[in-house]
C-alpha cells in the first residue's frame, strides 16, 4: 500500500516537472529575443497587428500560470509533509495528490487554450512553423521513432 502511494507521489512529480517545462522548452532557446511574443514574432514573421494579439494574449496566461504554478508548489509540499507524518493516513494522501493532478491538468489547459489562442492569429504557412515549434516542445527528445514511442536511448 504504501508503495502505491510512493508511486502515485513519484508520477505526480513528474508530471508537474514536465508541464513546468513544457511552456519554457517551447518559447525559451539561447539567443533569443527578451520576450516569447518577440521571439515567435521572429520565427514566424508575424505582422505587427498579429504581434499585438499575442501580446494581448500573454499577460493573462501568464498571471494564470504563475497563479497555478504556485498552487502546485503549496500543494506538493503539502504532500510531501503528508509523506513524512507517521500520522497520516492514505486518504488524505489520496486526496492532496487529487488536488496536485487537478491543477497539473488545469495548467495543462491553460496551455493548449494559449496555443489556440496563438494558432488562430496566424496564417496558414506560420501554422505550419508554430505546429513544428510546438512538436519540439512536446518532443524534446525528437520526433516518434517507427513503433509510435520516443526513442530514449534503448
Avoid: C, W
Wanted: no cysteine.
Amino acid at each position: 500500500m504504501r508503495k502505491k502511494i510512493i508511486i502515485i507521489f513519484v508520477v505526480v512529480f513528474a508530471v508537474g516537472i514536465l508541464s513546468g517545462l513544457f511552456i519554457p522548452r517551447l518559447l525559451y532557446k539561447r539567443n533569443l529575443p527578451s520576450s516569447p511574443t518577440d521571439f515567435l514574432s521572429n520565427y514566424l514573421s508575424l505582422s505587427e497587428s498579429q504581434k499585438r494579439e499575442l501580446e494581448s494574449f500573454n499577460k493573462p496566461f501568464y498571471a494564470r500560470v504563475v497563479k497555478i504554478r504556485s498552487q502546485l508548489i503549496q500543494r506538493r509540499t503539502e504532500l510531501t509533509e503528508l509523506l513524512g507524518e507517521s500520522s497520516s493516513n492514505q486518504e488524505n494522501i489520496s486526496d492532496k495528490v487529487s488536488e496536485v493532478i487537478f491543477l497539473q491538468a488545469q495548467l495543462q489547459r491553460e496551455t493548449m487554450n494559449h496555443l489556440l489562442e496563438i494558432r488562430s492569429v496566424l496564417i496558414p504557412e506560420q501554422r505550419k512553423k508554430f505546429l513544428s515549434l510546438v512538436r519540439q516542445g512536446l518532443h524534446p527528445r525528437g520526433p516518434y521513432n517507427t513503433h509510435g514511442s520516443r526513442n530514449l536511448g534503448h
